[in-house]
């Protein structure tokens, strides 16, 4: 079985990561996925808001969308209707 370590870093160019950490014992190919990390001291707005906060924040974008949108039917929620190639 695969196991996924996750170790944080720079970017110096193209070909090169500064780890903040050693690997350790990984002797064998890897795939290196670069994503950007939020900034320290930056917390999310779920994380930020208190509970009626976040309420009103959600009610306020669910007033964005348009009501007259049609409903998705029942069928379409199901895993059958999810996974068309998995049946």
Not at 9 to 27: C, F, S
Not at 35 to 43: M, T
Not at 50 to 59: K, L, P, R, T, V
Not at 61 to 73: G, M, N
């Amino acid at each position: 079985m695969q196991t996924a370590k996750v170790f944080r870093g720079k970017v110096r160019d193209q070909r090169t990561i500064e780890l903040d950490e050693p690997i350790g014992d990984a002797v064998s190919e890897v795939e290196v996925i670069v994503r950007p990390i939020a900034a320290k001291g930056e917390v999310p707005l779920y994380e930020s808001l208190g509970a009626e906060e976040w309420i009103s924040q959600f009610h306020a974008w669910l007033d964005t969308h348009d009501p007259e949108l049609p409903v998705l039917p029942e069928e379409a929620l199901r895993r059958e209707g999810i996974y068309e190639d998995r049946l």
